[in-house]
């Protein structure tokens, strides 16, 4: 069973646009919750991350929206750049001695 | 500092051959893990270690096996390859398991595209 549900799988935004990725999750205990950027022909990097005593933290273009009652969180890239093309994971463990789980990802293309 | 190191980049096997993927990171860190990444399946952790002298499974561990060789090194080995693990590996490493305060960075490896033909 996915405990983290990832959507759209694919998503194409046009340079300058504002490209969302959404995440769902089911289990309460869950209280990390990172992004990862994988560009062609490489590994993961993680991107930003977040807890749920906060509803929302940005870095630069990145933001995590964060909804714990909805169990939802958000990536929103400001201002997409074709250079943002990658495929992005949401993830999420528990507190302590724990795993990451991931969604399946998401390939945006930005296009010029 | 390399980060996260693997060999061989990719490799191409016959069904039931053997075959040990290699890891080493150089960052001290206690925890290593393997992951296949599989299209539309996202990553997927086969083994993990959350400190030297442990290795647990994770959710697809079969028909691999591992071993934490020392703190910078993790294998991966496959006894009898099959067609069905044809897929990019990855391995990382974190400073210790995912949580705490603010969890922890997952450092991934440049990964190791196997075929099983």
């Known amino acids: 069973q996915q405990q983290v549900k990832q959507s759209p799988q694919s998503l194409i935004v046009q340079k300058g646009g504002i490209s969302i990725i959404n995440c769902a999750y089911e289990?309460?205990?869950?209280?990390?919750f990172p992004w990862y950027q994988q560009f062609p022909g490489k590994g993961p990097a993680l991107l930003i991350a977040i807890r749920p005593d906060v509803s929302e933290k940005k870095e630069g273009r990145f933001t995590i929206s964060f909804n714990k009652s909805a169990k939802q969180f958000s990536l929103h890239i400001m201002d997409s750049q074709p250079g943002d093309s990658a495929t992005y994971f949401c993830a999420a463990s528990t507190e302590g001695y724990s795993t990451l789980t991931f969604g399946k990802g998401t390939m945006l293309l930005v296009s010029p | 500092n390399a980060g996260v190191t693997q060999t061989p980049k990719f490799q191409v096997l016959k069904t039931g051959q053997s075959m040990t993927l290699q890891c080493a990171q150089d960052?001290?860190?206690?925890?290593m893990y393997w992951y296949r990444q599989d299209p539309g399946m996202g990553l997927r952790l086969i083994y993990y270690?959350?400190?030297?002298?442990?290795?647990d499974k994770g959710e697809v561990p079969n028909g691999y096996n591992v071993s934490r060789l020392n703190k910078r090194e993790f294998s991966l080995r496959l006894e009898s390859a099959a067609p069905s693990q044809t897929s990019v590996y990855f391995c990382a490493s974190s400073e210790r398991l995912a949580g705490g305060q603010m969890g922890d960075t997952q450092y991934f490896g440049p990964g190791t595209r196997l075929t099983v033909l």
């Open positions: 960052m001290n860190h206690n925890s």
């Open positions: 270690s959350a400190s030297e002298g442990t290795t």
């Open positions: 289990n309460t205990a869950f209280d990390y």
